[in-house]
């Protein structure tokens, strides 16, 4: 056994900026076959804490690209597995306010940390972040468009009255080449230090949402 809480709380605690950036991965970029993701999640001098990688089968990436079950094994340095996101298949239409996107976080894996739900909303890409007790937390909130033509692309995280920013998730734009040519982006996390370090844990599972609902495809971003 080994203290993954712990672990846990040392990198996280002491964090208000996490890097998120995804591998390039060859065969993918040359033959645009979906393979799944892998991720190094760093610290504000780009120092790796953590390794994330992608679980499903060639199937679900094949026929639901986008939107993809998927669990994402996110590990330590040392390989110890400290956080799990399981997404299940759902649906995602702002036409359907039924059966949108859920994810929950565990951490450790097993005990549940959190959940991202998205709201419906006709225009605007919105979630609410819960804790293990499913009681909202903050929102999140995204632009009209997100195709982000040479610029960055902003997820707001916000208090729950929807009035007061207190953090947000980034795209950052990656160049015209890496875009055209892979599915690779980098992401930036900015949350308040002093907040609850599994609130912190979900963060990272609503970044891989966001991910994989607007930028997942390899035109996406121009």
């Not at 565990?106 to 005990?111: A, D, E, M, N």
């Not at 996390?189 to 907040?195: C, N, R, T």
């Not at 912190?200 to 891989?208: E, N, R, S, T, Y």
Request: glycine letters at 6%; hydrophobic letters at 40%; one cysteine or more.
């Amino acid at each position: 056994t080994y203290p993954r809480p712990i672990i846990l709380f040392i990198f996280l605690k002491q964090l208000d900026q996490i890097i998120i950036h995804q591998q390039v991965e060859l065969l993918e970029a040359i033959l645009g076959t979906e393979t799944s993701s892998k991720y190094e999640i760093k610290n504000a001098l780009g120092q790796r804490v953590y390794f994330a990688v992608e679980e499903n089968g060639c199937f679900d990436r094949k026929l639901c690209s986008p939107l993809r079950a998927f669990t994402i094994s996110i590990a330590d340095n040392a390989g110890r597995e400290v956080i799990r996101v399981i997404r299940p298949l759902r649906c995602t239409s702002c036409c359907f306010p039924c059966f949108l996107q859920e994810l929950e976080v565990q951490s450790p894996p097993g005990t549940v940390a959190g959940y991202v739900v998205q709201n419906w909303d006709p225009f605007l890409p919105k979630f609410t972040i819960q804790n293990e007790s499913k009681e909202d937390v903050l929102k999140i909130i995204g632009p009209y468009a997100t195709c982000g033509c040479f610029e960055d692309v902003d997820f707001e995280v916000k208090a729950l009255n929807e009035m007061t920013t207190i953090g947000k998730i980034s795209k950052y734009w990656s160049g015209f080449v890496n875009n055209v040519f892979t599915n690779t982006a980098n992401f930036g996390i900015q949350v308040p230090v002093d907040l609850d370090v599994r609130i912190k844990a979900v963060m990272i599972g609503a970044c891989f949402l966001i991910d994989l609902m607007f930028f997942e495809n390899s035109l996406d971003g121009l």
